[in-house]
C-alpha cells in the first residue's frame, strides 16, 4: 500500500514514541477527537498523545488508506498496552495541504 509522505511520517512519529514530531502533522489550531475527548492546537495534542503513549506503548500498522480531496480514512492495527490489544481503528483525517487540521478516531 502506498500512503502520501505525510501520513507516512505521522505513523513513523507515533511508532517513534516522538509526541513533539507527532503534533507537528497537525495544523496550529487542529482538533482531535478520542476517547470522547476532545483536544484543540498542537501543544494540547502533543500532551494528549505524550500522556497516551507513556499509559499505552501505542505501535501503529496501516492497513488502508483512503482520500478524497481533503478527506482521508485511515484504517490502523493499533497495539499496546491495553485491553483487546491489537484493535483495528479507523483515523477520520480532514487535510490542510499536507498538515492534518481535523482527527477522529473511532473503532
Known amino acids: 500500500m502506498k500512503l502520501p509522505e505525510n501520513i507516512t511520517g ?3 512519529a507515533q511508532n517513534d514514541l516522538d509526541s513533539t514530531a507527532f503534533a507537528n502533522y497537525f495544523t496550529e489550531h487542529a482538533t482531535v477527537s478520542d476517547e470522547g475527548s476532545s483536544y484543540s492546537g498542537r501543544k494540547e495534542i502533543e500532551g494528549w498523545i505524550q500522556e497516551a503513549t507513556e499509559k499505552y506503548n501505542m ?3 496501516p492497513i488502508d488508506y483512503i482520500q478524497t480531496g481533503s478527506k482521508g480514512k485511515l484504517t490502523l492495527e493499533v497495539s499496546g498496552r491495553f485491553l483487546g490489544s491489537p484493535l483495528v481503528m479507523k483515523y477520520h483525517l480532514e487535510l ?3 498538515l492534518i487540521c481535523s482527527l477522529q478516531i473511532t473503532d
Open 59 to 61: 505501535q501503529l500498522t
Open 96 to 98: 490542510d495541504a499536507s
Open 10 to 12: 505521522f505513523i513513523k
